[in-house]
């Protein structure tokens, strides 16, 4: 006897299946493929070794959101591809899913970077970059957004600065990686704009220590 966890996040949100008592078709996991536009592109390998682990023991119990493609695989993840990578690696030869055709290709794409969000599995860069493709291509506006991801407006804000040209040589290095350590850029000042990966390290290394030193003579709690 299965048990299906109903609602929660993406599916929760967009209702149909999740109010329904029906039970989820099941589907080959050969049948499946991945999303390509799906905003997430890096999986934490300990996460993914935990949820296979969990899938041996429980099965997936959360099904997957699919769309018909038309083509070979037919279907298509719009929601669940961490379970779907998780089933595999388990060797599972079917996943539960439910059919949702009827959402539009702006739908999904909300709802990606929504359930995403809720679950922290995209990098503040990935997360801009949907979010920016949303504002470009959808008549979404920032404070609606902000409200459908549970967030002030100033956080969509703080994300989509990470695509500033600016700060672009910086977020491509890997020196900025998160809305956060921008954040810290800003507050060194103008000096690092436009300067190259390593001198901007540099100068953020001596902010820290400046920093560390203030704390250190003033016996700042950071607790």
Same mark, same amino acid.
């Given at each position: 006897m299965h048990f299906w966890i109903h609602g929660g996040g993406f599916?929760?949100?967009?209702?149909d299946e999740a109010a329904s008592d029906a039970p989820p078709s099941m589907f080959a996991v050969?049948?499946?493929r991945p999303d390509p536009e799906q905003p997430r592109t890096e999986f934490d390998q300990e996460r993914h070794d935990n949820l296979v682990a969990s899938i041996n023991e429980m099965g997936v119990l959360q099904p997957l959101l699919l769309r018909e493609t038309g083509e070979n695989p037919p279907y298509e993840i719009i929601a669940g #591809?961490?379970?779907?990578?998780?089933?595999?690696?388990?060797g599972l030869? #079917?996943?539960p899913g439910f059919?949702?055709?009827?959402l539009t290709r702006e739908q999904v794409e909300l709802a990606q970077v929504v359930e995403n969000t809720q679950r922290a599995d995209l990098?503040?860069? #990935?997360?801009?970059?949907r979010i920016q493709r949303l504002l470009d291509n959808t008549k979404i506006k920032k404070k609606d957004l902000a409200a459908k991801l549970d967030r002030k407006p100033s956080y969509i804000s703080r994300l989509l600065a990470m695509l500033d040209a600016a700060w672009k040589p910086l977020v491509d290095e890997g020196i900025i990686t998160s809305a956060g350590v921008l954040e810290r850029f800003k507050?060194?000042?103008a000096e690092v704009v436009g300067?190259?990966?390593?001198?901007?390290?540099r100068h953020l290394q001596a902010e820290s220590v400046r920093w560390t030193k203030v704390i250190t003579e003033r016996n700042i709690s950071m607790d």
């Amino acid at each position: 006897m299965h048990f299906w966890i109903h609602g929660g996040g993406f599916q929760g949100g967009l209702g149909d299946e999740a109010a329904s008592d029906a039970p989820p078709s099941m589907f080959a996991v050969t049948a499946i493929r991945p999303d390509p536009e799906q905003p997430r592109t890096e999986f934490d390998q300990e996460r993914h070794d935990n949820l296979v682990a969990s899938i041996n023991e429980m099965g997936v119990l959360q099904p997957l959101l699919l769309r018909e493609t038309g083509e070979n695989p037919p279907y298509e993840i719009i929601a669940g #591809e961490r379970r779907w990578r998780a089933a595999k690696a388990a060797g599972l030869a #079917e996943v539960p899913g439910f059919i949702r055709n009827d959402l539009t290709r702006e739908q999904v794409e909300l709802a990606q970077v929504v359930e995403n969000t809720q679950r922290a599995d995209l990098t503040d860069v #990935e997360l801009a970059r949907r979010i920016q493709r949303l504002l470009d291509n959808t008549k979404i506006k920032k404070k609606d957004l902000a409200a459908k991801l549970d967030r002030k407006p100033s956080y969509i804000s703080r994300l989509l600065a990470m695509l500033d040209a600016a700060w672009k040589p910086l977020v491509d290095e890997g020196i900025i990686t998160s809305a956060g350590v921008l954040e810290r850029f800003k507050a060194i000042g103008a000096e690092v704009v436009g300067s190259t990966p390593e001198e901007a390290a540099r100068h953020l290394q001596a902010e820290s220590v400046r920093w560390t030193k203030v704390i250190t003579e003033r016996n700042i709690s950071m607790d």
